[in-house]
């Protein structure tokens, strides 16, 4: 299945016969976004607050570590998630914090789960108002699996034997600027490839030949390809735009895990090398 569906094809499934889940992950830095959900949503969406239960308390691990399981599972039930209905999460359009929850989901064994392309700012249908009524409780349990999963030791590692792609701005990862964490510069070993490349001005996934083009300049290569390699990481300042760059990955049909505590936990370690400059090092 496609990881992202367009705002017609979501429309044309809200009206079918078995509707998908919808969860509205909006967010901003300066946190939650309920008031604007409350404003106006998709018809049925349930809100789901990205700190709140999709990462879990900013510590040794990062900004946006993994959460507590057990209470994200509680709360994809408390949504109606199950593990034979669909899913489709979106946020205002940047589709970061939609990326996390797709990749929390996908992480944790829910076999169906999309992002609405270009997010609640393409959606030109009927919106909601309020908080709306309660879905029926789900069935959905975590069950997380091996792969999609860095941590910092395995990060380091990917980027001696595989590729590691750092997903921020590259003058965060070439070290001119850190906007939020205490030290510069990148993993070394890691490819500087920002998220933002991978979408138009819209907000709206590039076209998956031209991001599969794009990732495999970079390195990248889907896992059966004869060249390049299969083993790919991302990561970010705190896991949330990585995900999104994960998410552009799985559009061009190339698998990738996620380095969730990524420069905000590596960073905070002083034992961890780190390199600056154009290149990967």
């Known amino acids: 299945m496609n990881a992202i569906i367009s705002v017609s094809e979501l429309a044309s499934d809200l009206a079918g016969e078995q509707p998908p889940v919808v ?6 830095h ?21 700190e709140a239960d999709v990462t ?16 994200f599972g509680a709360v994809m039930r408390a949504a109606g998630v199950s593990p034979e209905r669909s899913v489709v999460v979106y946020d205002t359009g940047q589709n970061w914090a939609a990326a ?10 829910h076999p169906s789960v999309r992002v609405l392309d270009g997010g609640i700012a393409l959606w030109t249908g009927d919106v909601e108002q309020g908080e ?11 069950a997380p699996n091996s792969t999609d999963f860095l941590d910092a030791d395995s990060a380091a590692a990917l980027a001696r034997s595989g590729l590691l ?43 998956a030949a031209e991001l599969a083009d794009r990732f495999k300049a ?21 896991g949330v735009s990585g995900a999104h760059e994960v998410l552009a990955l799985a559009v061009a049909g ?19 090398p780190v390199a600056t400059g154009p290149d990967p090092q």
């Not at 969860?23 to 901003?28: A, C, K």
């Not at 850190?178 to 590039?206: L, Q």
């Not at 970079?218 to 705190?238: D, K, N, Q, R």
Request: a negative charge; glycine letters at 12%.
């Open 56 to 71: 879990g308390e900013a510590g040794a691990e990062g900004r946006h570590p993994l959460p507590d399981l057990d209470h």
């Open 254 to 272: 190339i698998p990738a895990a996620l380095y969730v505590g990524s420069w905000s936990q590596w960073s905070a370690d002083p034992e961890r």
């Open 218 to 238: 970079l390195g990248a290569s889907g896992p059966s390809s004869a060249s390049g390699t299969s083993e790919i990481g991302v990561y970010c300042g705190s």
């Open 100 to 109: 996390r929850l797709w990749w929390m989901l996908r992480w944790t064994g």
């Open 132 to 142: 709306g009524d309660a879905p029926a409780a789900g069935s959905f349990v975590p």
């Open 165 to 207: 792609l750092d997903a921020r701005a590259g003058e965060r990862y070439r070290g001119e600027v850190e906007p939020i964490d205490s030290v510069a510069g990148h993993i070394p070993g890691a490819v500087s490839a920002p998220t933002t490349e991978n979408v138009t001005a819209d907000g709206r996934f590039k076209p």
């Open 30 to 50: 300066e946190g939650s976004m309920r008031s604007a959900y409350r404003e106006g949503h998709l018809p049925s969406a349930v809100f789901v607050d990205l």
């Open 23 to 28: 969860l509205d992950v909006r967010w901003q």
